[in-house]
C-alpha cells in the first residue's frame, strides 16, 4: 500500500519535511507540477520514486506564466484526485502553496532565460518562459539538491529549465521524461478538457504528421523545407484544425533551424483547436548528414 501524501500549504514545513529525509540520507526526486494531473505526471512521479529514495511534487497555479488573455481563472483543478494519483504514484510530500505563499505583492525579482525562449512557445506567449523560469528557480531553491523531472512534451520548458539549473549552478540534475500518449498518439495534456468532441477526434494529427515526416526522413528526404511542407499541409488539411502555429526541425540540443535532416533534431509542432493550442514534439534522430 502506498504510504500517504503530506501536504503542506507553508514552503517552511516542505523544507522541513525533506530535511527530516535528508538527515537519514535519502536522496529527493522532484516533480514540479500545476495539478489537474493525468497519466504523463504520474509517470514522472513514478520515475522520482523508482529512482530516488524519496519522492515529493509540488502543484501550484502559477499565475506569472499565464498572460492575461489566457486561462488562469479557468485552469482546470481538483485537488482530491491529484492527491490520489501522486500518492499511488509513489509521492511522499507535497508542496501545496497558495499564491501569497510563493510571491511577494508586488513581485520584484524574475528570472529570464534569453536565446532558447525567443522561438516558438516564447514568441506566441512571450511573458511565458519568465514566469516559467522564475517559479522553476524558486520551486529548485526551495526544495534544494534534487533529481527533477519534467516531461518532454513541453520540450521547449525542458530547454529552458536545463539552461537555468546549469547557468544557476543548482544541486538539481534535471531529468527528461518521455511524452505519455493516449492510444490514438494524443499527447496527454491537462488541457485537452478543453478540446469538443471533434477537435478531440482531430487533435492526434499533430502526432501523426510529425510521424510522417520522421518516416519520411528516414526514407531519405533530407529536406526540411519538404518535410516542414507535408506536416502544414496534413495538419491545415484535418477539419477541427483551426490554423498551425509551427511545424518545425530544429536542432536538438539548441532548438536552432536545421536545413538539412541528419544528427540528434527535434521536430516540434503547434496548433490551435478552437481557443486551444497544442503542442507536441518528438525525436528525430537520422545519421549525420555528409
Ligand atoms: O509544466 C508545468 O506544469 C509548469 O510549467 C511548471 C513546470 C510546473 C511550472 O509552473
Same mark, same amino acid.
Given at each position: 500500500?502506498?504510504? #500517504?501524501? !503530506? ?31 493525468? *497519466? ?97 528557480? &524558486? ?6 539538491? $534534487?533529481? #527533477?523531472?519534467?516531461?518532454? &512534451? *513541453? %520540450? ?20 527528461? $521524461? ?28 499533430? %502526432? ?25 499541409? !496534413? ?17 536538438? *540540443?539548441?532548438?536552432? *533551424? ?11 509542432? #503547434? ?11 518528438? #525525436? ?7
Amino acid at each position: 500500500m502506498a504510504t #500517504a501524501v !503530506r501536504v503542506h500549504t507553508t514552503i517552511d514545513g516542505f523544507r522541513r519535511a525533506l530535511a527530516e529525509h535528508r538527515s537519514g540520507g535519502a536522496t529527493i526526486g522532484f516533480v514540479p507540477t500545476m495539478g489537474y494531473l493525468h *497519466d504523463g505526471h504520474a509517470s514522472l512521479m513514478r520515475a522520482a520514486a523508482s529512482s530516488d529514495d524519496v519522492a515529493v511534487a509540488s502543484i501550484f497555479v502559477n499565475p506569472l506564466q499565464f498572460a492575461a488573455t489566457e486561462d488562469l481563472g479557468t485552469y482546470p483543478r481538483d485537488l482530491e484526485r491529484d492527491l490520489a494519483i501522486a500518492e499511488e504514484s509513489g509521492v511522499r510530500e507535497m508542496l501545496h502553496p497558495d499564491v501569497a505563499e510563493m510571491y511577494p505583492t508586488p513581485v520584484l525579482t524574475t528570472v529570464t532565460v534569453s536565446g532558447v525562449t525567443s522561438r516558438f512557445e516564447g514568441a506566441a506567449r512571450p511573458e511565458h518562459f519568465a514566469g516559467v523560469a522564475t517559479v522553476v528557480t &524558486k520551486l529548485f531553491s526551495i526544495t534544494g539538491a $534534487c533529481r #527533477a523531472y519534467f516531461g518532454e &512534451k *513541453d %520540450y521547449q520548458q525542458l530547454a529552458v529549465v536545463r539552461r537555468l539549473a546549469a547557468d544557476l549552478s543548482m544541486p538539481v540534475e534535471v531529468v527528461g $521524461c518521455p511524452t505519455v500518449r493516449e492510444h490514438d498518439g494524443l499527447a496527454m495534456s491537462s488541457r485537452n478538457v478543453y478540446l469538443s468532441d471533434g477537435q478531440r477526434q482531430a487533435a492526434p494529427v499533430l %502526432y501523426r504528421a510529425m510521424v510522417e515526416a520522421a518516416g519520411a526522413a528516414r526514407g531519405g528526404n533530407r529536406s526540411v523545407d519538404d518535410l516542414r511542407a507535408v506536416m502544414h499541409e !496534413r495538419i491545415t488539411r484535418t477539419p477541427g484544425v483551426d490554423s498551425v502555429d509551427y511545424a518545425e526541425i530544429v536542432d536538438a *540540443d539548441t532548438l536552432e *533551424d536545421v536545413t538539412e535532416v541528419g544528427g540528434r533534431q527535434r521536430i516540434l509542432v #503547434a496548433a490551435r483547436f478552437g481557443s486551444t493550442r497544442l503542442l507536441d514534439n518528438i #525525436a528525430l534522430d537520422t545519421p549525420p548528414a555528409g
